[in-house]
């Protein structure tokens, strides 16, 4: 006969887990889809980028996006994807890992009746090696800041972007100009807001 602790563990371990807990959210700042909400999940690592970040980045680009090709690597809650297609980019692929998110980020997509949003699920890395060469108008990289992606996600944001195109760089230091060069980039715009650094990447030259 089970004591009523063990009876106690054993109906714990039946129940299914819990779904992950939200953690706020934040809100689309300018373009059609303004002041719309977005959820944050409660995932380690997710961080979405300040409101501030958000709209001097796109103070930065122009708030007319019409006709950019866009990539948000790491999408996570998809504020900077959805900033980029609330301004009208043709096409916004947003690439997560978290299949959670993923599911999240559809249905986002789904709701806003976004047809310039695409969601796909995989590795940031990987996604920017599938884009041909010079086709990317924006890349956005948001990595984790605890992870070793940021050199090889420009690496290969270097190759995908445009000529005429930009890469943003959302980071916990500051790249200096040297170490951008060796990766064929150059600074365009820098923002350190907390204890965030926001870059505005070119191809260099």
Request: charged letters at 25%; proline letters at 5%; hydrophobic letters at 45%.
């Amino acid at each position: 006969m089970l004591s009523e602790a063990a009876k106690k563990k054993a109906a714990a371990a039946s129940k299914p887990a819990a779904p992950a807990r939200g953690a706020g959210e934040v809100r689309i700042v300018g373009g059609q889809w303004k002041r719309t909400r977005l959820p944050v999940a409660d995932r380690p690592g997710l961080r979405p980028t300040p409101d501030r970040v958000r709209e001097t980045l796109f103070n930065w680009l122009g708030q007319d996006l019409t006709g950019w090709q866009c990539l948000d690597v790491f999408a996570g809650t998809g504020a900077l994807g959805f900033e980029a297609a609330s301004r009208g980019a043709t096409q916004v692929l947003m690439n997560e890992a978290d299949m959670g998110l993923v599911t999240q980020l559809k249905s986002i997509a789904a709701k806003l009746k976004a047809e310039n949003v695409r969601v796909l699920r995989g590795d940031g890395v990987a996604a920017i090696k599938q884009c041909a060469a010079g086709s990317m108008h924006l890349l956005l990289l948001d990595p984790p800041f605890d992870s070793a992606l940021f050199k090889p996600a420009l690496e290969a944001a270097a190759k995908a972007v445009a000529a005429d195109g930009y890469i943003y760089l959302e980071a916990p230091r500051e790249w200096s100009e040297e170490e951008l060069a060796l990766l064929g980039l150059g600074r365009y715009r820098h923002l350190k807001a907390g204890a965030v650094h926001a870059h505005l990447l070119r191809r260099a030259g």
